[in-house]
């Protein structure tokens, strides 16, 4: 859904649901670069096409092309991103791919999202903003820019919040907090990392698993991690954010 100053569209809200289902079904990808050309995913119609015929093979029916919004690096309008979007679609229907392609994108939050306010391009069809945080970003600053975004009537989404180490459930904080007493003082970060999760979740933000970190993709400690948040029922959506085929097939593979 894209809201501008011509077309405002009247915003759903967002059904609650049951993360184990989401896992159990994989039937939608609310996180995926598989648009060609608009940033580091997809490099040709050819491997996009790859891509939708993985995911179809998996039983997958949606995808919501979520291309990366990074200013000074990936900086596609809203109207590129629709129209790659639409000759895509295309270009499925006619393969005889049967996938539905939703829009979206997946903000850089920083100094500058703020002013992507002003023309958010939201999860299709829903209010959420599919955000992602950077570890070195000032957990105040996080804080303020992401009560913003609720203040705007949108809902936060955050990206594979298990890959973020500005966020930590309170028993992993705890022990993290152990290891690091052993060798200093009290680490008063391990404090500021489960108060964020606590905030975020407080004011409203729902959270996006990456399906491969539960098969390791990213390393042991991703997969623990991404495994706490499964089992303290943080997840709300889960997503692919494949970049490639290769890339998506290695995520596809295991059976969770
Ligand atoms: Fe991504």
């Given at each position: 859904m894209i809201a501008d100053g011509a077309t405002y569209m009247t915003l759903s809200t967002v059904p609650p649901v049951n993360s184990r289902l989401l896992f159990r079904e994989r039937?939608?990808?609310?996180?995926?670069?598989?648009?060609?050309?608009?940033?580091?995913?997809?490099?040709t119609l050819e491997s996009a096409l790859s891509m939708a015929r993985l995911f179809h093979e998996a039983g997958y029916r949606e995808i919501y092309c979520t291309s990366h919004q990074i200013r000074g690096k990936f900086e596609a309008s809203a109207a590129d991103i629709l129209d790659a979007r639409s000759r895509l679609q295309a270009e499925l229907v006619r393969a005889n791919i049967p996938i539905r392609l939703l829009v979206g994108c997946e903000h850089?939050?920083?100094?500058?999202?703020?002013?992507t306010m002003k023309q958010p391009l939201l999860l299709e069809g829903t209010n959420l903003f599919l955000v992602e945080i950077p570890a070195f970003m000032a957990i105040e600053l996080v804080k303020e820019i992401l009560f913003q975004v609720t203040c705007r009537g949108y809902v936060p989404l955050i990206?594979?919040?298990?890959?973020?180490?500005l966020l930590e459930l309170a028993d992993q904080g705890e022990k993290k907090s152990k290891f690091w007493d052993s060798w200093t003082t009290r680490n008063a970060s391990v404090d500021n990392e489960v108060s964020l999760l606590r905030y975020l979740q407080d004011i409203g933000c729902q959270f996006q698993a990456n399906l491969g970190s539960f098969h390791g993709f990213y390393g042991k400690f991703i997969q623990n991690k991404a495994k706490s948040f499964e089992k303290a029922s943080i997840y709300t959506h889960i997503g692919t954010?494949?970049?490639n085929p290769d890339h998506l097939k290695q995520i596809l593979k295991p059976p969770i």
């Open positions: 039937v939608t990808d609310y996180h995926c670069h598989i648009l060609p050309g608009i940033d580091d995913g997809a490099e850089y939050l920083d100094e500058f999202l703020l002013d990206a594979h919040p298990e890959r973020c180490s954010d494949a970049h």
